[in-house]
């Protein structure tokens, strides 16, 4: 499947938002060795983190299959990506 450049960086963003809810359940519930977690949170942590895995899969994926198409080094394409994601506009393009 092709990807535009506008479509990576969404995947980016849906990946970073699943990372950013992991770290505030981490930080929320605590060290699971410090106190037990309770069954929900530990089913909550897990679907969380699960989805930010196969969110990043995804991400990474598409970004390789870009980078091959477009005949780019997929380390630039994925810094040029991760960029844009990180910016609060909308992409108009790599860099």
């Known amino acids: 499947m092709a990807h535009t450049f506008e479509e990576l960086v969404e995947k980016q963003r849906a990946a970073d938002e699943a990372h950013t809810r992991v770290l505030h359940l981490r930080d929320a519930y605590g060290a699971p060795t410090a106190a037990p977690w309770s069954e929900i949170q530990t089913d909550t ?5 699960r989805a930010w895995r196969d969110l990043a899969r995804d991400a990474q ?3 390789t299959e870009y980078a ?7 380390t630039d394409v994925e810094e040029d990506v991760k960029r ?5 506009e909308a992409p108009s393009g790599e860099g």
């Not at 091959?68 to 997929?74: D, T």
């Open 68 to 74: 091959r198409n477009e005949g780019k080094q997929r």
């Open 84 to 88: 844009a994601a990180k910016s609060p």
């Open 61 to 63: 994926a598409a970004v």
């Open 45 to 49: 942590y897990e679907t969380a983190w």
